[in-house]
């Protein structure tokens, strides 16, 4: 029996230090009961988290759809979902085999080919030598000096700099000046560093979560503490900008086949910058997103079941080319390119099919995620979160903060 020929589906959780939202998916698989196949026929979705273990190549996963957070640092299991990916039809959320565009260098060159207002950026070289027997040779033949002051000069002052394969905010530093720009280049070591142009007197900083064909745009405050960076503000950018975010998160996710990814930008004026859209683990803890996790949660959930139930096919192949023919149109505007890009999204991600199950196959999901927002589980959930975040002298104030924003949520949905 294929994978599209089944009515039992099994959700895998390929999970690392996580614990809140891999318990609220689970519970809220448990309250969704069985769902419908366009066709009629009652499919049944179930969960399991994923153990790491031996595998024979030609094993047939258990599986239907794997939830990773794990695989972009962990090898021995990415090699597990390339087999599942490329032998089994597994649906994975997300695809192993652009992992290494995450690493953000080659997203950076890939919207700035699609005509992004990505900032000035430059790749610099390792300020110390690799762990390689070879280094010495090549880099004595190979490597050329270079001026660090004056590429700087070039990208402008003030300026980021950061790694090309970070995330979480790790290793980057805000530089005004020369001296700052050394000590910075100084510390990097091993890690390889972009040189990007700050976006200054920018208006807002949009990050926008996208699963599958949805996408939330939410207000960001990256200096404030982690549990208040998410405002609840939900009209802060006019109607082109939030177009304009929406689009390029949709074309970001489905030029890279990423189906579960947050991208970020700078609004200032009426210009977009896209700063950074390729995060393989993206955040959606509880005592983050506090207010737009109901939202995540179940997101992730209708995806999930419209992947299994409707029997889409994992999509391994990039259509690369189809976006850079629509970049070299000379007589398309940007605002016209990525109108085609949204409408090559919308086409991969089958938006409106997904749309057309939800409203059918997952009617009562809604109401579903509402009632378990007010249920006992779920504030157990919340309490156990914060009690493992927090110290316990602010395990009373975090609870009754989050209650309140989860309260707003619940108002915000009802009926």
């Known amino acids: 029996m294929t994978r599209g020929d089944r009515t039992e589906h099994l959700i895998g959780l390929l999970l690392g230090t996580e614990e809140d939202w891999p318990r609220a998916f689970e519970e809220l698989v448990r309250r969704l009961g069985a769902v419908r196949h366009p066709d009629g026929t009652p499919h049944t979705l179930r969960t399991e988290r994923i153990t790491i273990e031996p595998f024979d190549l030609r094993a047939t996963p258990r599986y239907d759809l794997v939830i990773d957070r794990l695989a972009y640092w962990y090898y021995h299991p990415r090699e597990w979902l390339k087999k599942a990916a490329l032998m089994d039809d597994v649906y994975l959320l997300n695809s192993p085999f652009t992992f290494q565009s995450m690493e953000k260098h080659a997203a950076y060159c890939a919207m700035m080919r699609l005509g992004l207002k990505v900032p000035e950026t430059w790749l610099v070289p390792y300020k110390h030598p690799l762990d390689n027997a070879r280094w010495a040779y090549t880099a004595a033949k190979y490597n050329r000096s270079f001026d660090l002051d004056a590429i700087a000069g070039k990208v402008g002052y003030p300026l980021f700099m950061k790694p090309f394969d970070g995330g979480a905010w790790v290793g980057v530093s805000r530089i005004t000046g020369p001296d700052a720009l050394q000590k910075a280049y100084d510390e990097s070591g091993e890690r390889l560093m972009h040189l990007q142009a700050s976006v200054e007197g920018y208006d807002s900083f949009a ?14 405050r990256p200096e404030l503490p982690m549990h208040d960076r998410y405002a609840v503000e939900h009209d802060f950018l006019s109607p082109a900008a939030g177009s304009e975010v929406l689009a390029i998160s949709k074309l970001v996710n ?38 737009y996790f109901p939202w995540a949660i179940g997101t992730l959930l209708k995806w999930s079941a419209f ?97 309140g924003l989860l309260a707003l949520w619940v108002r915000d949905n009802a009926g």
């Open 207 to 220: 990050r926008s979560l996208t699963i599958g064909a949805e996408t939330m745009v939410m207000r960001f």
């Open 254 to 291: 489905a030029f890279f086949r990423w189906e579960f990814n947050s991208c970020e930008s700078l609004v200032r004026g009426t210009e977009v910058h896209p700063i950074d859209y390729a995060n393989a683990c993206p955040d959606i803890a509880i005592t983050s997103l506090h207010y």
């Open 307 to 403: 992947c299994a139930v409707s029997g889409r096919l994992p999509p391994l192949d990039t259509d690369t080319r189809r976006y850079f023919d629509i970049a070299d149109r000379e007589d398309l505007s940007y605002g016209d390119k990525l109108a085609e890009y949204s409408r090559l999204a919308d086409e991969h991600f089958e938006t409106e099919r997904y749309r057309d199950f939800c409203a059918t196959s997952l009617a009562d999901l809604d109401e579903i995620v509402r009632d378990w927002v007010t249920s006992p589980d779920f504030d157990a959930l919340l309490v156990d979160t914060v009690r493992t975040t927090y110290p316990a002298a602010e395990h009373d104030r975090f609870v009754d903060h989050f209650r």
